[in-house]
């Protein structure tokens, strides 16, 4: 008679126990706005010191369940500025996020596809910009290149206008003739040769 007596006893103690961690939560909720005014979809806002956080929607709205003991929220988003807001008792807190322009250091991407730093090369880079491209006026952007890289050779080859140009990079490489650089758009390989 006593075991399932004890056993009550047990399962009203985890009851109360439960609903007692579930009251050590409050829910902050707000809105998340750029200097213009406009809600700013996709911020994240974690809990200082915790592993708990949320997202803010589409509108800039967010809601977040916050420990009792947890004073600080912290607002990220990429191109503005990380803030710290103290929440204090308040169950609505709206944020305003600052632009935080950051001029980044030039990176070259390689073939392998591996960031690196222009410095940190050991071979040549040559940038061609856009424009550049437009003042040649060509129709193939294998001309166009043409007297713009030091080392590169550009052969038009008389077959009209679907065909393609000959480009070849510091002299002939293979002996069996394919010669022609891989150009690769968008990390999607380009081929040059003649249909």
């Given amino acids: 008679m006593k075991q399932p007596f004890l056993i009550l006893k047990v399962m009203v103690f985890f009851v109360l126990a439960s609903t007692a961690a579930l009251a050590q939560q409050r829910t902050v909720s707000g809105t998340i706005k750029d200097s213009k005014g406009t809600g700013l979809p996709g911020v994240n806002i974690i809990v200082k010191g915790t592993s708990s956080g949320t997202v803010s929607d589409a509108s800039g709205l967010y809601n977040l369940s916050v420990p009792e003991k947890s004073n600080i929220l912290v607002f990220s988003f990429i191109g503005y500025a990380t803030r710290e807001v103290e929440i204090g008792n308040q169950t609505t807190v709206d944020v305003s996020l600052n632009e935080d322009v ?8 390689t073939a392998l596809g591996i960031e690196r ?30 007297g713009r890289i030091a080392g590169v050779n ?16 510091r002299g002939n490489k293979s002996l069996q003739g394919n010669n022609q650089p891989l150009y690769v758009v968008d990390g999607i390989p380009m081929d040059n040769s003649q249909y």
């Fill in 102 to 109: 950051k001029e980044l250091s030039e990176v070259v991407v």
């Fill in 117 to 146: 730093n222009t410095k940190a090369l050991q071979y040549s880079v040559t940038k061609v910009g856009g424009d550049n491209f437009t003042q040649a006026r060509e129709n193939s952007i294998a001309n166009a290149l043409e």
């Fill in 154 to 169: 550009v052969t038009k080859i008389a077959s009209g206008p679907a065909g393609s140009s000959r480009v070849i990079i």
